[in-house]
């Protein structure tokens, strides 16, 4: 049983800094990929970057590449998502995610992710 608790988000200004954390149990973060995904109101949710578990490697979403990263911590089994530059766009309900193990890429869709934290708000307001 994979358990994801998450931690962080709240409100900040635009232009502000947050940082998400997730700690899963019931796995290793280097048997399967880990994402991070938003769903603002009335809209769909949406990846916002993932990390491959064979090396690490990352991929983002257009809209937040060069503002957000994500990394993980394999001695603790955290992944972390510092966002910067929040702008008003950016808020929403974020949630991390793992799949199976199966994906040799890591991918931004919602559907192939299998274990879900409980979700953070991330307000961004004046």
């Known amino acids: 049983q994979v358990k994801l608790v998450q931690s962080g988000g709240g409100l900040v200004q635009p232009g502000g800094s947050l940082r998400l954390s997730c700690a899963v149990s019931g796995n290793t973060l280097e048997d399967y990929a880990t994402g991070w995904f938003r769903q603002a109101p009335g809209k769909k949710r949406e990846g916002v970057s993932c990390i491959r578990r064979r090396d690490g490697t990352t991929n983002y979403a257009d809209s937040v590449k060069g503002r957000f990263a994500i990394s993980r911590d394999t001695y603790n089994n955290i992944v972390h998502l510092k966002m910067n530059s929040l702008t008003p766009e950016d808020p929403g309900i974020y949630y991390c995610?793992?799949?199976?193990?199966?994906?040799?890429?890591?991918?931004?869709?919602?559907?192939?992710?299998?274990?879900w934290g409980q979700g953070t708000p991330v307000t961004v307001s004046s």
């Open positions: 995610a793992t799949d199976r193990g199966w994906q040799w890429e890591c991918d931004l869709r919602p559907v192939v992710y299998d274990s």
